[in-house]
């Protein structure tokens, strides 16, 4: 009864306004007044109406019968009709944040994009409502609204790549959300602004603004999904005012705002996929490092050349300098999860040369060595995966080789931990160790690594090569068994690439394998 009452409020409203756009196209007089009435009569309904389902969502109990009613498009027939109505839409947005936890309720708004559309159009009615004064807080009123549509529409592209590009390129979502990110940071940092011009007090002693502070995370983390779209992340990074990123990231950092800081680091990680220029073909050596895909934090070497074609601009990497400084912070950050975003985020960022050289500079790159000796599977993976271009890379990969670090040893360790039960992260050691070896002279990995390192490796690998032919041996012989996984094939690959090395047979190519994957 509650969503009937809904949707046929929305299906009134809209009829009674086309009608009256008719009649004022046909020169007759527009009865603007009954649109009025209407709307002024079904309000407090409306209003009854969306409170009571917001009580409903709260007990998981009620959940199938909201199911079965179709309870999240029964209130998105209200949004477009009923936009400039706020109480009533911080209803709906109260009700849809809820429901949008749900797979089953987002599978029901991912069947219409009007869905998608009509949230984003609100939240487009809700941006003229946010102060033009930086110094001046939005109100929590339209802080409150915005919050909510900008979680359900995160929710509705955490794993949704259509709706990403609805969102993105379709709805023209893009300068929308950037805009509003822009203009509420501003907003969010001008007391730390304030603070630091009148040379009161230091920054950590500034007050949080906490409601501010909990609609950024969520439209940084709306921004992030979107960005995992290839064709919307190029716009993102692109877009003047995205920059706003950089500014809270370090914020973040400086005030320890963890929540924030996890947010700002993943959309960070996210964009700075996007942050290359295309290269010319690499020469012949160059090109034959291992590399695997760059949003996994394992990229490939790049280099500029009169034939590269030039990407969009990117305002994400042109403040390098600054993040590569934020994220050595954040590498040592207690939360794992954050610890493992920025070294994503490295690993994508060192495809460019030149940060290779600022992580250096700022031992960004010895950090990353350090964590692999870290407890969380996620972070050394991740800090494996951004090594693999430190270690293609002849001037900066001495930083593997220091005695202090150990870091060839670090890698040799990671990659007897993994074994073949962790495909990924023994393909990714392989790499790292393939890249620091391939510029050794025919014979010279042992004293590259040190014989003791060198022998552990040589062992090592062929114990997994062993190891995997005899598991690809049983699954052959097992019957309704699949095909290899990506991983294992990957694996395999980097496994014999490296071992190629490490025999050094003259006048065989350390490639074959890896051509015939």
Request: glycine share 6%; hydrophobic share 45%; proline share 3%.
């Amino acid at each position: 009864m509650l969503c009937d009452t809904l949707r046929a409020s929305g299906q009134l409203v809209s009829v009674v306004t086309t009608a009256d756009a008719e009649r004022a196209s046909s020169g007759e007089r527009a009865s603007s007044s009954s649109v009025r009435r209407l709307e002024k009569h079904h309000m407090q309904l409306l209003i009854q109406v969306s409170g009571a389902m917001r009580n409903l969502c709260v007990d998981k109990a009620r959940q199938p019968e909201l199911e079965a009613a179709d309870a999240a498009t029964a209130l998105c027939a209200v949004l477009r009709p009923f936009a400039s109505h706020s109480e009533l839409m911080f209803n709906v947005a109260r009700v849809l944040a809820k429901l949008s936890l749900y797979e089953s309720m987002r599978a029901s708004l991912n069947v219409d994009p009007c869905h998608v559309q009509d949230l984003l159009h609100v939240m487009a009615m809700a941006q003229p409502r946010l102060s033009s004064d930086p110094s001046k807080p939005p109100s929590k009123e339209v802080l409150g609204l915005i919050v909510r549509l900008a979680f359900t529409l995160g929710n509705l592209t955490a794993s949704n790549d259509r709706n990403r590009e609805l969102i993105g390129l379709e709805f023209g979502g893009v300068q929308l959300l950037v805009s509003m990110l822009q203009g509420i940071g501003s907003s969010y940092l001008a007391p730390v602004a304030a603070e630091s011009s009148s040379g009161g007090k230091k920054e950590k002693t500034c007050a949080v603004p906490l409601d501010i502070e909990e609609v950024l995370v969520k439209l940084i983390r709306l921004v992030a999904n979107i960005s995992i779209n290839a064709d919307v992340g190029t716009q993102v990074v692109a877009t003047e005012g995205v920059q706003m990123l950089i500014s809270l990231l370090g914020h973040s950092v400086r005030m320890n705002r963890e929540e924030l800081l996890l947010n700002a680091v993943s959309a960070i990680t996210n964009l700075s996929y996007y942050v290359m220029h295309r290269s010319a073909p690499l020469t012949l050596r160059h090109s034959r490092n291992l590399t695997g895909e760059a949003k996994d934090g394992i990229a490939g070497e790049t280099q500029g050349g009169s034939d590269a074609e030039a990407d969009p601009p990117s305002f994400i990497f042109a403040g390098y300098r600054e993040i590569c400084n934020d994220l050595v912070g954040v590498l040592i950050h207690q939360n794992d999860e954050a610890v493992a975003e920025a070294a994503r985020a490295f690993g994508n960022f060192s495809r460019d040369a030149q940060v290779r050289h600022y992580m250096r500079a700022s031992r960004g790159d010895e950090a990353l060595v350090l964590l692999l000796d870290h407890a969380s599977r996620e972070v050394v993976f991740s800090a494996s995966g951004a090594l693999v271009n430190i270690a293609a890379d002849s001037a900066n990969k001495s930083v593997l080789l220091k005695d202090d670090l150990q870091g060839h040893v670090k890698l040799v360790s990671v990659l007897r931990r993994a074994g073949i039960s962790d495909a990924e992260m023994a393909a990714v050691a392989c790499k790292a160790l393939h890249n620091l070896l391939l510029d050794a002279h025919v014979g010279g990995a042992e004293s590259v690594l040190g014989t003791r390192t060198f022998r552990l490796l040589q062992r090592t690998l062929d114990e997994l090569l062993d190891a995997a032919a005899d598991a690809a041996a049983d699954a052959a012989e097992a019957k309704g068994e699949d095909e290899p996984s990506a991983a294992d094939v990957d694996f395999l690959a980097a496994a014999r690439a490296l071992q190629s090395i490490v025999l050094e047979e003259e006048g065989v190519s350390a490639y074959e394998d890896l051509d015939h994957r």
